[in-house]
């Protein structure tokens, strides 16, 4: 730990960011999720108050805003900050992947975007998944990117690309390169169970500068992998957040119902649920935090990241649906959380790759270690 965050701080700061998630932003989901104005002016809110208690931006670079936390000491924070989908947004950690990504791959032109990116005053969308081909297969992906004397045209459709609504700029796989955009167009949001948030975007004629293609030209997929390392494990972070949060719900009802003249906790068979949904989480944060280690000092990760994603998206499905069961009819209603949760448990056995592609991928790696 460096000495900048030392034990009782890191303890502080864990307190107080899980304080900020559970007494401001869960609240605040129901707006959150209806997307909007509302949503908007919601966010802005939170926003202002993460800024006045000095909890903003904790992950990104201190010389462009940011608080300077390094990954291993964010890591530790990630799964609380992650206990609502809202969190990283509302606490300005949301463009980390962005910022690293241009820090690493942008010109200079494409950084004049870092400060005010951390600053909250514009926010990016990511779009390689697209309508009629499988995001499974990246290669697959049909947006072309033509050059021009000066740099590309680019066409094509993208859709799921999350926060493209209220984006200022996306950044777009196309003929294998990734390239920074702000002229692309809205062509409709994509509602996931109900939810706000996914968009499908057109890119008809769009010309970048040279400037604003990431890394060299047909590096995209190289970049992507390298952003994904460690969005896949900030994103088991967070779906242990939630999952943690279904559980403690599932736990207080099943010790407050009573049945029959006793309480829920005594039956078996909801005990055997509560067994198997802390199995879940206690195994699948063991290798979240093996993934993150592994990332935190650059290393190769495939394999644990795929373990990992796989165990933590299951892991979330499976704890919300067994604490809405827990919970009975009103576990399906607007009074908890937990349609939320689990509507986010199902996406993510499909978001950020599917499971099975993980599922064959981390096997085919395996066996070839096995080989060697
Ligand atoms: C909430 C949400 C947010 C998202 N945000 C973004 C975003 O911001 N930017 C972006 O670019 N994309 C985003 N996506 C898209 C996401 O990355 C894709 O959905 C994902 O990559 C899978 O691609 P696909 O949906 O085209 O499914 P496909 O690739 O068509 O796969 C469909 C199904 O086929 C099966 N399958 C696929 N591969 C294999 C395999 N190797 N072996 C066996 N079976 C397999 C699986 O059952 C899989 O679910 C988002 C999706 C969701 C739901």
């Known amino acids: 730990m460096p000495p900048e965050f030392p034990a009782e701080r890191k303890r502080q700061v864990l307190e107080r960011v899980s304080a900020f998630l559970r007494e401001r932003v869960w609240p605040s989901e129901t707006v959150l999720d209806a997307g909007g104005q509302a949503a908007q002016e919601e966010l802005a809110r939170l ?23 390094g990954l291993t000491e964010y890591f530790s924070l990630a799964e609380q900050e992650g206990s609502s989908d809202h969190g990283p947004a509302a606490l300005g950690s949301a463009c980390l992947l962005d910022v690293r990504m241009f820090q690493r791959f942008g010109r200079p032109a494409v950084k004049e975007l870092l ?65 920074v955009t702000t002229d692309f167009s809205v062509k409709r949001e994509i509602p996931v169970l109900g939810a706000a948030g996914q968009f499908e975007i057109a890119l008809d004629d769009v010309h970048v500068p040279h400037d604003h293609l990431l890394g060299e030209e047909g590096d995209g997929l190289r970049i992507a992998g390298t952003r994904l390392a460690l969005g896949r494990t900030l994103r088991c972070l967070r779906w242990l957040g939630m999952a943690e949060r279904a559980f403690d719900l599932m736990c207080r009802r099943a010790t407050e119902r009573q049945v029959s003249g006793s309480a829920l906790a005594d039956r078996q068979l909801v005990q055997q ?31 644990e990241i795929g373990l990992a994603k796989v165990a933590a998206a299951r892991t979330l499905h499976q704890v919300s649906d067994s604490a809405i069961q827990v919970f009975g009819a009103e576990g399906l209603g607007p009074d908890t959380p937990l349609p939320m949760l ?31």
């Not at 799921?160 to 984006?167: I, P, W």
């Not at 064959?360 to 070839?368: F, I, M, P, V």
């Open 47 to 69: 926003r202002g108050e993460a800024k006045a208690e000095g909890l903003w931006a904790l992950p990104l670079p201190r010389e462009i805003g940011g608080g300077g936390l």
């Open 273 to 303: 649920h509560v067994f198997e949904s802390a199995l879940a989480i206690r195994s699948a944060r063991a290798l979240t935090h093996q993934a993150a280690d592994l990332v935190a000092a650059a290393a190769d990760a495939r394999i």
């Open 115 to 179: 400060k005010p990116l951390v600053a909250g005053e514009i926010s990016g969308s990511y779009a390689m998944t697209e309508p009629g081909v499988a995001g499974s297969d990246p290669q697959a992906a049909r947006t072309t990117a033509v050059r021009t004397s000066d740099g590309w045209l680019l066409n094509g459709r993208k859709w799921f690309t999350s926060g493209a609504g209220s984006a200022s700029y996306v950044t777009v796989l196309a003929s294998g390169s990734l390239f």
């Open 342 to 372: 689990a509507r986010i448990g199902r996406a993510a056995r499909i978001l950020d790759g599917a499971d099975e592609m993980h599922v064959s991928d981390t096997a085919r790696r395996l066996l070839r270690t096995r080989a060697d």
